[in-house]
C-alpha cells in the first residue's frame, strides 16, 4: 500500500533521543506513513536503536550516507527516496503528539493547503529552563494563514516574532517534485527557512495551526538554535542566491522584508564577532565592531543583563526546578488503547492492605491486553488476610503474581519488582495497595512517557475518607488543603508539563535501573530522592494531570504523626544528601514547631509569650471549624487538630533527621520512639482480638 505521509528523520549520533522519536512517530494514530530514517554516518548506538524498531516495524526504512554531510543532505535522500503524497519532518532529537500526523493531514485536506504546521512546545532536556510555546499573539490564537512577507518577517534574526523557520511543516509531496526544489545542503542552520520560502513563491498556501503538537528538544548538541560566524555568512551567501533564483519581478514586493532580514544577519554576525573578541580580551577591536553596527549594542546589553548572567549561571550549576508549562501549554496526552501498548510491569507494594487490596487489583487487572501486562505484588510480611486476597486473584488472572519482600520497605519492593519483572518489559509501573485506579490510568501513563520522551510520569493525589470514616474525613480534608499539602505540585491544581517531583506512576525500566533505584535506606521520601538523582542524570519527570490517583490517607491520629515524622526525616536526609535547601513550604512547619516550643519554653518566665505557642494552634483549630461549617460536615472541625498533627510531626522528623545526620545518639528522637511504641500497642491489641 501506498503511503500517503512519509516521514523523514535525519539522524546523527542522537542515541539519547532517538528511541522517543521513533516510538512517538510509529505509535501514530494515523497509520498510512512510512519512515524514512537517514543515518548521516553515526558513530554511537542510534543505527542499532533504529535497527531494533526496524525489526518490529516494516513501515521504518534505514538509509545510511556513505559520509557525513549535515541534516540538509540526509533530508534530500530522504526526499528522493519518499513515496508518500505528503512529507513531514521531524528531527530524531524531538518526538510529536500522537496524534500529530492526522491533524495536520486533515487540516491541510479541508483547508486546501500545500503546507501546513503546527506550534511547537520549546524545552530544555536538562529541565534548566522554562518550557514555553513558539508562537504567540494572534498567531497563538487562532489559525492563520503565513505568506511570503509574513515568513521573512518572522525569520529576522534577534526580532521579538517567534521564528517560523523552527517549525516542522506538513508538505505537499507534489509541490516540491513539480518546482524541482529540496534542501540547500550549503545551510547548516535555516535550511527549513530556505526551503519553505522558495515554495511559498511558487505560490503554495501556507496554513498555520495554534495547537502544540511538535515537542521541541533543546541541548548541548543541538545546532539549530546556535549562531556561528559561518553559518550566519552561509546565511547571506543563501540569502543572495534565493533573490538570483527568484528574480527581480518576483523579489521586487518581498524586498523589504528581504533588506530587514538581510540587516538582522550582518547584526548577528556582529554580536558573534563582538562576543568572541570579548572573551579574547580585545576590548578595542569590540568597540570598532559595535561602531560599525551600532544595532549590535542593544543585543548585547540584553545578553548580558544581569538578569541573563544569572539565568546562565543557573543553567551552568545544578538543575533548577525543571521545566513549568502553563495551562495553554501542551495539554492531556491521549491514552493509547491497551492493544497498542508496549509489555507493562506493575508493581503492587503491600504490607496488611486486607482493606484495600482487592480494590487496588480489581482497578488494575483489566488495564492492560491480555499478555501485555504483569502485576507483581511485593508482600512485605502481612498478618492479615492481604495474602489470601492476593492468592485468590492469582488464581483468577494469570498476569498476577504474588512475591515475598523481606526487606519490608516500599523502595525495597519496587527495587525487587525492577530485577524481577519480564525480561522483554521497558515500562514499570507504580500501584500503591492503598489508592483505586481509574481504567485508563495505565494507558495514559504509558501514551505520556512515550510521547513524551520523559524517564518518569508522576500524577496527582487525590485524598477520600472511606464511607462512615469520621476522623479520616477530618485528615482528608487537612491533606487536600493549601495548608497541609503547601502548593505541592501534585496535590494543588496540577497542570500536565515536566515537573521536580510528584506522585509516582511509571518509570523507563531500563533508566530506573541505570540509577540504581530507590535509596533502600531511606523509608520515607524515596520518591523525591529519586527524582533528584533522576534530574541529575539527564531524565524527565513528566506530570500526567489528567490521570489523578484517588489515596485513602491514614484513619488515626498517631498513626498520621508517625508518617509525617518519617515524611520530613526523609526530606532532611534528601536535602543533606543532595545539598539542596529547603523550600518556603518546607519551612514553614519548622517556624510553628520553633514558635510552639519557644513560647511554652519561655512562658514560666514571661507568661505573656505562652501567647506564642497559643497562636498557631489557634489558627489550625479555627481553619477546622471554618471548614466544617463552609462544608456543613461535622468531622472537619477535626481537620485543624489533623493540620496541627502533620505540621509538627513533619517538622519534628526533619529536626530528628537533621540531627542523626549530626551522628547524636538515638536518644533525640524521643516522639518517634513514643509513636512506634504505640503502633506496636495497637498492631498487638488488633492481632489479638482477631484470634479471639
Known sequence: MTPVISVIVANYNSERHLAAALRSILSQSFTALEVLLVDDMSTDLSLAIADS???????????RLPQNRGPAAARNAGLRAAHGAWIAIIDADDFIHLDRLRRLWEAAELDQADIIADDQLIFDDAGQAGAKRLL?????????????????????????PASLGYLKPLIRASLLRRHGIDYNEDLKNAEDYDLILRLLIHGARFRLLPEILYFYRRHHLSISHRLTIDGLRAMESADDGFRQWAGPQAIAPLRAALDARRASIATAAAVETAIALLKARKPMQTLVTLATQPAAIPILARLFSPRALLARRRRGGTPAAGLEVTPCGIGAVPPMPPAALPFVTIVVPALNEARYIESCLSSLVAQCAAGRHEILVMDGGSRDATRAIVS????????????????????????LGARLAAAHSTIMIRA????????????????????????????????????????????????????????????ANPVSGFVEHGHHAAFNLPFFRALGGYDESFTHN????????????????????????????????????????????????????????????QVVPLGALAGCVAGVAAAPFVPADASLALAYPAICLTWGISEAIKRRDPSLV???????????????????????????????????????????????????????
Open 526 to 585: 524515596e520518591d523525591a530522592e529519586l527524582d533528584v538523582r533522576a534530574r541529575k542524570a539527564g531524565g524527565g519527570v513528566w506530570m500526567c494531570a489528567e490521570q489523578a490517583v484517588l489515596y485513602y490517607p491514614r484513619d488515626r491520629l498517631n498513626r498520621l504523626a508517625l508518617q509525617y515524622y518519617r515524611h520530613g526525616s526523609g526530606r532532611a536526609r534528601t536535602l543533606r544528601k543532595h545539598k539542596l535547601t529547603p523550600k518556603l513550604r
Open 392 to 415: 485468590a486473584f492469582c488464581e483468577h488472572h494469570a498476569s498476577v503474581i504474588l512475591y515475598d519482600n523481606p526487606k519490608r520497605l516500599q523502595s525495597a519492593a519496587l527495587n
Open 53 to 63: 524498531f526496524a525489526a518490529d516495524d516494516p513501515r521504518l526504512r534505514i538509509l
Open 432 to 491: 500503591d495497595a492503598h489508592a483505586h485506579y481509574a481504567q485508563d490510568f495505565v494507558s495514559s501513563c504509558v501514551s505520556a512517557m512515550v510521547q513524551t520522551g520523559a524517564t518518569s510520569v508522576v500524577v496527582p493525589m487525590r485524598t477520600q475518607a472511606l464511607p462512615g470514616a469520621f476522623l479520616q474525613r477530618a485528615i482528608a480534608a487537612a491533606q487536600s488543603s493549601r495548608l497541609g499539602n503547601g502548593g505541592a505540585a501534585h496535590r
Open 638 to 692: 477535626f481537620a485543624g487538630l489533623a493540620l496541627m498533627t502533620m505540621h509538627l510531626s513533619w517538622a519534628a522528623g526533619f529536626v530528628g533527621g537533621t540531627l542523626r545526620a549530626w551522628s547524636l545518639p538515638q536518644s533525640h528522637t524521643p516522639i518517634v520512639q513514643f509513636l512506634q511504641a504505640s503502633q506496636a500497642r495497637r498492631a498487638d491489641a488488633t492481632r489479638e482480638a482477631e484470634r479471639r
Open 136 to 160: 504567540h499573539g494572534a498567531r497563538a490564537a487562532r489559525p492563520s494563514w503565513i505568506s511570503a512577507s509574513d515568513y521573512i518577517n518572522a525569520n529576522r534574526l534577534f526580532a521579538k
